[in-house]
């Protein structure tokens, strides 16, 4: 079945439309059919998903992504308490220069998978809760 182009949302100024509301080019890794398969993995080595904690870049803990949206679970420490997290959902686009942004808001067509992203991390994080890690 094909799938219907829709008209750009024009609640979302220009920059912050998907690629393919601008004429752009969408990111290789996605496919036209639905979300591509979800890629697992620990943190990586790009440089800007790090954060800075005393002087030292601090990588996510876990990382996971559906097409152009993005999951970062951030682990942090409390003396008392022990760990705590904290997720990041970003999506990543093209810029009409063909830059790679990324932005925190979403389309009414990211909003499913924004939620199964949450969910991934929800269940990640309780596994690891569970396990006294």
Not at 47 to 56: F, L, S, V, Y
Request: some cysteine; aromatic content about 8%; overall charge negative.
């Amino acid at each position: 079945m094909a799938r219907k182009k829709e008209r750009p949302n024009p609640d979302f100024p220009a920059e912050q439309r998907p690629a393919e509301d601008q004429g752009q080019q969408e990111d290789p890794g996605r496919i036209a059919e639905g979300p591509q398969p979800v890629e697992q993995s620990p943190a990586t080595e790009q440089p800007h998903e790090t954060q800075q904690q005393g002087g030292q870049a601090k990588r996510p803990a876990y990382k996971t992504r559906i097409g152009r949206l993005h999951c970062d679970v951030w682990e942090n420490q409390h003396a008392e308490q022990g760990p705590w997290y904290s997720v990041a959902i970003t999506r990543h686009y093209r810029d009409t220069s063909g830059e790679w942004k990324t932005s925190t808001s979403f389309g009414r067509d990211d909003l499913l998978v924004v939620a199964e992203l949450a969910r991934m991390a929800f269940h990640w994080i309780a596994v690891r809760q569970q396990n006294g890690s």
